[in-house]
C-alpha cells in the first residue's frame, strides 16, 4: 500500500499531545529570541476571476482539446473501463519546436462544472477531483517560500512550542514528497496555518486548490500552535495562528476534504518547472536553488534519498518513465491514494530523450476489490498508449 505504516490512533496521539499541550519552555539565555510577522493573506476563498488581459495572455499560449483523449481511449479498447473506473485526466503538451512554444491542454473529465451551482467542490460536480497526496507539493513550495520570506534558509529547524522535538523542514518536504509521510505534512500545514495556506493558493490563481483537514483525516481547519524556528544559534518564534476559513470541499457524504483542479495541479508543477510559461500571477517566491532543489527531489526515488522503502513506492508511472524517457529523459511525479474513496492519482512531469516534455495530472476510483497492482498496470497501459498517439500528432 501507498499509506505511511502508522497507526491511526498514533498519529491520533501525537496531534493531541502536541496541539493541545503547547505551554512554551523557558530559553536558553544564550539563544537571541526574535520574534516574526506573518505575511498578511486574504480570508475570502472564492475563485478569482482572471483579468481581460490576463485571459488575452493565457489563449496566447494555450490550446485545449477535450476530444482527443477519448478518440484514443475507444480506439484503443480502454474507454469503457475507463468510464467503469472514472478515469480523469489532464495531458499537457509542451511543444519545442517552435520559437515560442506552446502548450497544449486535452481533457478528459476533468474539467471542473459547478452541476449543483453551490460555488464550492464537492463530489456531485462534474470534473469533481480528489487530490490525495498531491496536495503535498503544494503545501513543501509554500513552506519553501515561506522560509524565503523569513530570510532563513531550508536547513532550518522547527518545533511546536513548549515540545522537545526538532524537526527539518528540509527534511519533512522530502517526506512529504518522496515517501508521502503524513506526519510530516501534517507539521508542515501547520507551519504555514490553513489561512495562509489557502489563501496564498488563491491569490497564485490557483483558485480552486483548497486544504481544509490534515492528512489521515485529522481534524479539519484547526488553529496552529506556535511554533519555533532555529536556524545555527538563533531560535524564532512565530505566534499561534488561528483559522477563519470555512470548509471550501466537500467528498462524499459531505466529508470534508481536500481539493484541487486538476488544471491546478498541472500548473503548479509548470510553475516549478517552466515558470516561464505561467502567468505572472502564478509566480512563486521561491529562490532558484530552492526551486532546482524540489525538482531533484520530485526525481528521486525513496532509496536514492536514504528512506527504507522500496524503489517503486508512491512511483505510479516509473516503469513508463523508463519506457518513455529512456536513460536521457527525467520523470518528476508525486501520487497519492484517496485511503476513503479508492482513488489513485497521479501528478508527473516527464521529459523524452527526444526533448518532448509532457504535465500529467491521472486519476482512477476502481471497485474496492480492485488491487493495486492491477490498477497500477492499468494507469500505465492507457498512459502509453496516449502518450505515444500524442507523440506521433505534431
Same mark, same amino acid.
Given at each position: 500500500?501507498?499509506?505511511?505504516?502508522?497507526?491511526?490512533?498514533?498519529?491520533?496521539?501525537?496531534?493531541?499531545?502536541?496541539?493541545?499541550?503547547?505551554?512554551?519552555?523557558?530559553?536558553?539565555?544564550?539563544?537571541?529570541?526574535?520574534?516574526?510577522?506573518?505575511?498578511?493573506?486574504?480570508?475570502?476563498?472564492?475563485?478569482?476571476?482572471?483579468?481581460?488581459?490576463?485571459?488575452?495572455?493565457?489563449?496566447?499560449?494555450?490550446?485545449?482539446?477535450?476530444?482527443?483523449?477519448?478518440?484514443?481511449?475507444?480506439?484503443?479498447?480502454?474507454?469503457?473501463?475507463?468510464?467503469?473506473?472514472?478515469?480523469?485526466?489532464?495531458?499537457?503538451?509542451?511543444?519545442?519546436?517552435?520559437?515560442?512554444?506552446?502548450?497544449?491542454?486535452?481533457?478528459?473529465?476533468?474539467?471542473?462544472?459547478?452541476?449543483?451551482?453551490?460555488?464550492?467542490?464537492?463530489?456531485?460536480?462534474?470534473?469533481?477531483?480528489?487530490?490525495?497526496?498531491?496536495?503535498? #507539493?503544494?503545501?513543501?513550495?509554500?513552506?519553501?517560500?515561506?522560509?524565503?520570506?523569513?530570510?532563513?534558509?531550508?536547513?532550518?529547524?522547527?518545533?511546536? *512550542?513548549?515540545?522537545?522535538?526538532?524537526?527539518?523542514?528540509?527534511?519533512?518536504?522530502?517526506? *512529504?514528497?518522496?515517501?508521502?509521510?503524513?506526519?510530516?505534512?501534517?507539521?508542515?500545514?501547520?507551519?504555514?496555518?490553513?489561512?495562509?495556506?489557502?489563501?496564498?493558493?488563491?491569490?497564485?490563481?490557483?483558485?480552486?486548490?483548497?486544504?481544509?483537514?490534515?492528512?489521515?483525516?485529522?481534524?479539519?481547519?484547526?488553529?496552529?500552535? *506556535?511554533?519555533?524556528?532555529?536556524?545555527?544559534?538563533?531560535?524564532?518564534?512565530?505566534?499561534?495562528?488561528?483559522?477563519?476559513?470555512?470548509?471550501?470541499?466537500?467528498?462524499?457524504?459531505?466529508?470534508?476534504?481536500?481539493?484541487?483542479?486538476?488544471?491546478?495541479?498541472?500548473?503548479?508543477?509548470?510553475?516549478?518547472?517552466?515558470?516561464?510559461?505561467?502567468?505572472?500571477?502564478?509566480?512563486?517566491?521561491?529562490?532558484?536553488?530552492?526551486?532546482?532543489?524540489?525538482?531533484?527531489?520530485?526525481?528521486?526515488?525513496?532509496?536514492?534519498?536514504?528512506?527504507?522503502?522500496?524503489?517503486?513506492?508512491?512511483?505510479?508511472?516509473?516503469?513508463?518513465?523508463?519506457?518513455?524517457?529512456?536513460?536521457?529523459?527525467?520523470?518528476?511525479?508525486?501520487?497519492? #491514494?484517496?485511503?476513503?474513496?479508492?482513488?489513485?492519482?497521479?501528478?508527473?512531469?516527464?521529459?523524452?530523450?527526444?526533448?518532448?516534455?509532457?504535465?500529467?495530472?491521472?486519476?482512477?476510483?476502481?471497485?474496492?476489490?480492485?488491487?493495486?497492482?492491477?490498477?497500477?498496470?492499468?494507469?500505465?497501459?492507457?498512459?502509453?498508449?496516449?502518450?505515444?498517439?500524442?507523440?506521433?500528432?505534431?
Amino acid at each position: 500500500m501507498f499509506f505511511e505504516k502508522i497507526s491511526y490512533c498514533l498519529l491520533l496521539g501525537f496531534f493531541a499531545i502536541n496541539l493541545l499541550s503547547c505551554q512554551p519552555k523557558q530559553q536558553n539565555n544564550n539563544q537571541k529570541i526574535e520574534p516574526i510577522s506573518l505575511p498578511i493573506v486574504k480570508e475570502d476563498l472564492t475563485p478569482n476571476s482572471p483579468t481581460p488581459e490576463l485571459a488575452e495572455n493565457q489563449l496566447k499560449i494555450k490550446e485545449e482539446n477535450i476530444t482527443l483523449l477519448e478518440t484514443i481511449l475507444q480506439k484503443n479498447n480502454q474507454l469503457e473501463q475507463a468510464k467503469q473506473w472514472q478515469y480523469k485526466a489532464l495531458f499537457i503538451k509542451v511543444n519545442p519546436t517552435q520559437n515560442s512554444p506552446k502548450l497544449t491542454y486535452y481533457y478528459y473529465q476533468s474539467i471542473r462544472k459547478d452541476t449543483n451551482n453551490n460555488q464550492i467542490q464537492d463530489s456531485e460536480d462534474q470534473g469533481f477531483f480528489n487530490p490525495a497526496s498531491t496536495v503535498k #507539493v503544494g503545501i513543501s513550495t509554500l513552506t519553501l517560500e515561506k522560509l524565503h520570506n523569513l530570510n532563513l534558509p531550508r536547513e532550518t529547524k522547527y518545533k511546536i *512550542a513548549g515540545t522537545s522535538q526538532w524537526y527539518s523542514l528540509e527534511e519533512d518536504i522530502k517526506k *512529504a514528497l518522496v515517501i508521502s509521510d503524513n506526519q510530516a505534512t501534517n507539521r508542515l500545514i501547520l507551519f504555514l496555518g490553513f489561512n495562509h495556506l489557502n489563501s496564498r493558493m488563491n491569490s497564485l490563481g490557483f483558485n480552486y486548490y483548497s486544504v481544509n483537514r490534515l492528512m489521515l483525516n485529522q481534524g479539519t481547519l484547526v488553529d496552529s500552535p *506556535a511554533f519555533e524556528l532555529k536556524f545555527q544559534d538563533q531560535i524564532i518564534q512565530q505566534p499561534p495562528q488561528k483559522t477563519t476559513q470555512k470548509p471550501t470541499c466537500f467528498e462524499v457524504g459531505k466529508t470534508i476534504g481536500n481539493c484541487a483542479t486538476a488544471r491546478d495541479l498541472a500548473e503548479i508543477l509548470m510553475a516549478l518547472i517552466q515558470p516561464e510559461f505561467s502567468l505572472a500571477k502564478n509566480q512563486f517566491n521561491l529562490r532558484e536553488e530552492d526551486r532546482l532543489w524540489l525538482q531533484k527531489i520530485m526525481s528521486k526515488k525513496p532509496r536514492e534519498l536514504g528512506f527504507n522503502y522500496e524503489n517503486t513506492f508512491c512511483r505510479f508511472l516509473d516503469p513508463l518513465g523508463n519506457k518513455i524517457a529512456h536513460k536521457t529523459g527525467k520523470l518528476l511525479s508525486k501520487c497519492g #491514494v484517496g485511503l476513503f474513496s479508492h482513488t489513485f492519482v497521479d501528478t508527473s512531469f516527464l521529459e523524452t530523450d527526444q526533448g518532448a516534455k509532457y504535465y500529467l495530472v491521472i486519476a482512477v476510483t476502481p471497485p474496492s476489490q480492485i488491487s493495486q497492482t492491477e490498477v497500477i498496470k492499468w494507469f500505465n497501459i492507457t498512459t502509453e498508449l496516449i502518450l505515444n498517439e500524442l507523440n506521433e500528432n505534431d
